[in-house]
Nanobody
Framework: QVQLVESGGGLVLPGGSLRLSCAASGSIFNIDHMAWYRQAPGKQREYVAAISPAGTTNYADSVKGRFAISTDNAKNTVWLHMNSLNPEDTAVYYC??????????????WGQGTQVTVSP
């Protein structure tokens, strides 16, 4: 089993910054990538950013230039640095890890989510 624990959410003013953290523990092996998703009230969950163990990153267009994803492979931890936040960034943010088992079968695991609210 794999557990993902997120932290760092909260209430922030428009234009402000937050840093989310996600620590993975348990039977972790052959990580393909770690990622952040978010879900706003009444909307579907959407992709935010991803990072591979080699450090290759990818971002949704809506957060490019404002958010940065980083990782510490030794600690199986991933961060999401969020700058220039606006009310449209308000959502529950979820961490995800995708791994391949020895039979090359992929499995994804999700955290419980952390609330980010951007409001005056």
């Amino acid at each position: 089993q794999v557990q993902l624990v997120e932290s760092g959410g909260g209430l922030v003013l428009p234009g402000g910054s937050l840093r989310l953290s996600c620590a993975a523990s348990g039977s972790i092996f052959n990580i393909d990538h770690m990622a952040w998703y978010r879900q706003a009230p009444g909307k579907q969950r959407e992709y935010v950013a991803a990072i591979s163990p080699a450090g290759t990153t990818n971002y949704a267009d809506s957060v490019k230039g404002r958010f940065a994803i980083s990782t510490d492979n030794a600690k199986n931890t991933v961060w999401l640095h969020m700058n220039s936040l606006n009310p449209e960034d308000t959502a529950v943010y979820y961490c995800m890890i995708l791994m391949y088992d020895p039979n090359n079968i992929p499995s994804d695991y999700w955290g419980q989510g952390t609330q980010v609210t951007v409001s005056p």
